[in-house]
């Protein structure tokens, strides 16, 4: 079963709500086991737009952990203070198993 990554690009409006989210949100990531992969704020833009002023990516089990982990009521609140600090978007995306013929 292929990893599921959550990908969010925020322009962040409100560093301090940022800071409250982070705390808010850190429980449910560690209770869900994901790993943070990324949290970068200068991405080096190859093509295209980046319009957002930080990118992260988490990694979980599998894409139903993922969404487990979204959906959750310990997350959603945490969602909550980051629509009021910044402009996001969030998308779950399904690994690459190379070994699925």
Do not use: C
């Amino acid at each position: 079963m292929p990893k599921g990554y959550v990908i969010l690009t925020e322009v962040i409006r409100d560093p301090e709500g940022m800071q409250a989210y982070s705390r808010a949100a850190g429980p449910s990531i560690r209770e869900s086991q994901a790993k943070v992969l990324v949290v970068d704020r200068q991405p080096d833009l190859l093509e295209g737009e980046w319009p957002a002023t930080q990118t992260v990516v988490l990694e979980f089990a599998s894409v139903e952990a993922a969404r487990t982990w979204y959906m959750s009521d310990t997350y959603q609140a945490a969602a909550k203070i980051r629509h009021d600090a910044a402009v996001s978007n969030v998308v779950i995306v399904s690994g690459f198993d190379a070994d699925v013929g």
